[in-house]
């Protein structure tokens, strides 16, 4: 997909659809997970909806607007973040990309042709604090 057009998208999600999609994940359904985030600069918590799949001793999320967003650099920035995924907290540390096969291989079969077909080229693993 055109990055004007995921731009348009990501600002629509941001302002609206992130906004409803807030109260319905992390809870114990599904694979919409809710990530905080402490912003680099301004030093706020930021939640957001995202996708996220449990993988060896961590989780791996689809970085479907690719790896120019807040929310990585912000993860980036400060080496990790917190996790809502099925009504449980994780700590999450140690952001590094794994291979595109690799993230598209650790979601359930329903979602890999969609991440595919959307041409998703980023996939972020963050590892559980011990």
């Not at 319905?24 to 600069?41: D, E, P, Q, V, Y």
């Not at 920035?77 to 590094?96: Q, T």
Request: charged share 30%; glycine share 8%; proline share 5%.
């Amino acid at each position: 997909m055109k990055q004007a057009v995921l731009d348009r998208i990501r600002v629509l999600n941001k302002h609206v659809t992130n906004k409803l999609l807030i109260h319905l994940c992390g809870k114990g359904f599904g694979h919409f997970a809710i990530l905080s985030h402490t912003g680099r600069k301004s030093g706020r918590i930021y939640r957001i909806p995202i996708i996220a799949e449990p993988l060896d001793d961590g989780f791996v999320i689809a970085l479907t607007y690719g790896k120019k967003v807040d929310w990585y650099e912000n993860v980036r920035a400060k080496g990790g973040c917190s996790l809502r995924w099925k009504n449980r907290d994780y700590e999450l540390v140690n952001p590094h990309f794994v291979d595109k096969e690799v993230g598209v291989m650790a979601f359930p079969p329903m979602f890999r042709s969609p991440l595919k077909r959307l041409g998703i080229e980023y996939f972020l693993k963050l590892e559980v604090r011990r």
